[in-house]
């Protein structure tokens, strides 16, 4: 069932995006010689007007086919035979159909469960926001110059950007219909730590050492077991739990056993100082009801903030903070949204429907984000050069704009094949 449904939809937004070029296309009386729902051997095929519909074997692609349009023929009827802004509005159709895709799923979706606010719902008394005046019911409308529609805007902004001991923190509050700034450095919270990552949280086995810490100078490594600390006996995660919060550490050292191969080691271990900023307040992550035009107005802030996080997701790929493993292609998209199915069993088919909707509008939104990019054989790349072609009244060189387009698709392929074997890794 997973499966169907994932297939159902990729299908309804590759089809989407490409109704788009296959519209505008006929709107500028460019012929579209065939267009396709999935890639490789046709399946069904029918010709209609001069237009041939197939639907092919993969169901992960598709295609509307323009006469002429990697050739120098400048023929009417062909793509570039059009007029060039005729041209733009074709390739552009693509991505923004796959927008109001995702504008309009969003619509049903806040018709159906609402919007989140970013109302602050507790702040923890005596605390360094506490006194620079936030309350209860603050609506937050801006973090540190990014603006705020949604509290997942905020959870997305904090997760991205740790907040920092010395960091100077800005925020705009919403209070009775007014704007309130409030500006104040974080909490530090003080702890000590042996310096360790469990494995899982029902488990003592050691998964890593972090570099620096007291149990990284000492003979512990990776797969050890801890079963007591300053002699008494840890039998399991709960008990390690239930010690700490009788015998907070400190910096003074402590005496641990260890488990390797069935033989016990002990460990003096001097904890170490970890200190992390904290924000001493929270914010709504539930969902109110949207009424009247704010279903659309909610529903083009939640097509807003699915911009924005692919585009965040983009720089902090560029910057280094996301690397090729955490990029997905199909077969991780599937397995996604096989997750997110399993997921919503138990909550029920309207929470079934809301999650895979959601999943689409996601995709969509993403998809078209990544189509406007400008590289080479993508739709953002094609509107470099007609937009170049717009400016300067004459195209570039078709030969090098078609040697360009081809290379760029070699190395998306490329890139293509890596990513899938990274979800199937991912996956088995």
């Known amino acids: 069932m997973k499966i169907i449904l994932a297939i159902l939809i990729f299908s309804a937004i590759i089809l989407f995006h490409e109704l788009g070029h296959f519209l505008l296309a006929k709107k500028n009386k460019i012929v579209v010689t065939e267009f396709s729902l999935g890639m490789g ?4 095929s029918t010709v209609k007007n001069g237009t041939r519909y197939s639907l092919k074997l993969f169901p992960i692609g598709g295609s509307c086919a323009m006469m002429g ?44 469960v609402g919007y989140d606010p970013a109302e602050v719902t507790q702040v923890e008394s005596g605390s ?31 997760y991205l950007n740790s907040v920092q001991e010395d960091e100077t923190i800005h925020m705009t509050v919403e209070r009775d219909g007014k704007d309130v700034e409030l500006s ?29 810490m007291g149990l990284s100078e000492t003979g512990v490594e990776p797969g050890d077991v801890i079963t007591s600390i300053n002699g008494t006996r840890l039998e399991n995660a709960e008990d390690y739990t239930n010690y ?9 050292t402590v005496t641990i056993t260890y488990e390797r191969d069935g033989l016990e080691y002990t460990a003096d271990v001097t904890p170490k100082e970890y200190r992390t900023a904290v924000l001493k307040f929270s914010y709504n992550l539930a969902y109110t009801k949207a009424e009247g035009f704010g279903v659309l107005k909610y529903g083009a802030l939640e097509v807003k903030y699915l911009i924005r996080s692919t585009l965040l997701s983009l720089k902090e790929l560029l910057t280094g903070g996301l690397g090729v493993k955490d990029l997905s292609g199909p077969v991780g998209v599937v397995d996604a949204i096989g997750s997110t199915y ?26 078209g984000v990544m189509n406007l990019l400008p590289l080479p054989a993508l739709d953002g790349g094609r509107l470099v050069f007609l937009i170049i072609e717009a400016v300067r009244r004459k195209p570039v060189n078709r030969q090098v704009e078609g040697t360009i387009h081809f290379a760029g698709l070699m190395v ?17």
């Open 69 to 112: 349009e990697d050739m120098e023929d400048e023929a009417p009827g062909t793509f570039n035979g059009a007029p060039v802004w005729g041209r733009i509005a074709t390739v552009a159709a693509g991505p923004v159909f796959n927008f109001i895709l995702a504008f309009v799923i969003t619509v049903i979706i806040v018709s159906l």
């Open 244 to 252: 700490l919060a009788d015998h907070p550490l400190t910096g003074e």
């Open 412 to 428: 998306l392929m490329v890139l293509m094949v890596v990513v899938m074997y990274n979800d199937i890794l991912k996956i088995f």
């Open 184 to 212: 104040f450095k974080p909490d530090v919270q003080v702890r000590y730590l042996l310096g360790f990552n469990r494995k899982n949280t029902d488990s003592l086995e050691v998964e890593s050492l972090i570099p620096g």
């Open 128 to 158: 360094t926001v506490a006194e620079a005046g936030l309350q209860e019911g603050d609506i937050i409308k801006e973090y540190q110059g990014y603006h705020i529609d949604l509290a997942r805007d905020l959870y997305l902004y904090m």
């Open 41 to 44: 051997p046709r399946l069904l």
């Open 342 to 367: 399993e997921e919503s069993k138990s909550e029920g088919m309207l929470a079934i429907w809301v999650n895979m909707l959601y999943m689409a509008a996601l995709l969509s939104a993403n998809l």
